[in-house]
């Protein structure tokens, strides 16, 4: 199966600030595929440096088999791009917007706009400057979707959407992959990527630092280890991430099984569970 997108040792410096560095990348065509980091990590940063917004300092982007600085313009035409912060011209109409964004792509999309907007409750006949984050948002949603790109690029999409659009949002996620469509979506929500995501690439301090199957992911040698009747644990090379619960806590624990389990014989533990760890705990496990 050929790789949609796929970078090289993409580097990209604001002066001596580092934006990312080293980002290793590639996306195969049909998949859904999550992009994970907080605020800051460079998420954004990658995203408009793969799709030439920005200028790497180092590095390649391939889209589509084809380097991205030879066949630039003809990659974007297949391409619906969503970013992290909708902000649209004052005084325009949401028609006129979806219109305007039709044009720019050489495509009539009035129909597949109409069924967008009655999906998303979107009112057509409103003014950017009249809307509520949630709507311009929805506005984003149907100006990356409504030309059918084979490749979707979402960055953040969920903020600002309220939980039935947020359902809405992904059920037409997998109606386009299922279709064929390739979906890039970065998130700093890791139920999102969890659910609905086959793999996942997770970015701390612009680089990657592990990219795999989500179930994969999850299937560390990392352990969840929750315990009551105590509140405090001595110390122990392998955890990390612990929390206090009610009536007790828990935290993640890699290393090896005897030197735990001496550990927690000498302690008045109520009662121990050993479990798989979420993809939140493993994103804080690999964080810190």
């Known amino acids: ?9 993409l580097t990209k410096y604001y002066g001596k600030q580092r934006g990312i560095e080293q980002v290793n990348l590639s996306i ?19 995203i408009r440096t793969i799709l030439g917004l920005l200028s790497p300092t180092s590095g390649e982007v391939r889209l589509f088999d ?4 030879e066949k630039k313009q003809e990659c974007m035409k297949r ?3 969503m970013p992290s912060e909708a902000s649209f011209y004052r005084g325009m109409k949401v028609k006129e917007i979806l219109s305007y964004s039709a044009r720019l792509r050489g495509r009539d999309c ?12 979107l009112d057509g006949r409103k003014r950017v400057e009249e809307l509520s984050l949630g709507n311009r948002k929805k506005v984003s949603i149907v100006c990356a979707m409504q030309h059918r790109p084979e490749l979707c690029i979402f960055d953040e999409p969920t903020s600002g959407l309220d939980p039935l659009m947020q359902k809405e949002f992904f059920s037409l996620l997998r109606e386009r992959n299922a279709e064929g469509a390739t979906i890039f979506l970065s998130s700093h929500i890791l139920g999102e990527i969890q659910k609905y995501c086959s793999r996942a690439a997770m970015i701390k301090d612009g680089r990657i630092i592990a990219m795999d199957q989500v179930e ?5 040698a990392a352990k969840r280890i929750a315990l009551t009747g105590i509140s ?4 122990l090379e392998g955890i990390s991430g612990v929390e206090m ?15 735990l389990l001496k550990m927690l014989s000498e302690l008045p533990i109520g009662d121990l569970s050993i479990t798989e760890p979420d993809l939140e705990e493993i994103f804080l496990h690999f964080y810190q």
């Open 1 to 9: 199966m050929r790789e949609i997108i796929e970078t090289r040792e």
């Open 28 to 46: 195969r065509e049909g998949e859904l595929f999550g992009f994970i980091g907080p605020n800051g990590a460079g998420k954004s940063t990658a």
């Open 66 to 69: 084809s380097v991205l600085t």
């Open 79 to 81: 391409i619906g791009y």
């Open 110 to 121: 009035k129909a597949e706009a109409k069924k967008l907007c009655e999906r998303f409750d």
């Open 216 to 220: 994969r992911l999850c299937k560390t």
């Open 232 to 235: 405090t644990l001595p110390p």
């Open 245 to 259: 619960t009610e009536g007790g806590l828990r935290f993640l624990y890699q290393g090896e099984t005897a030197p």
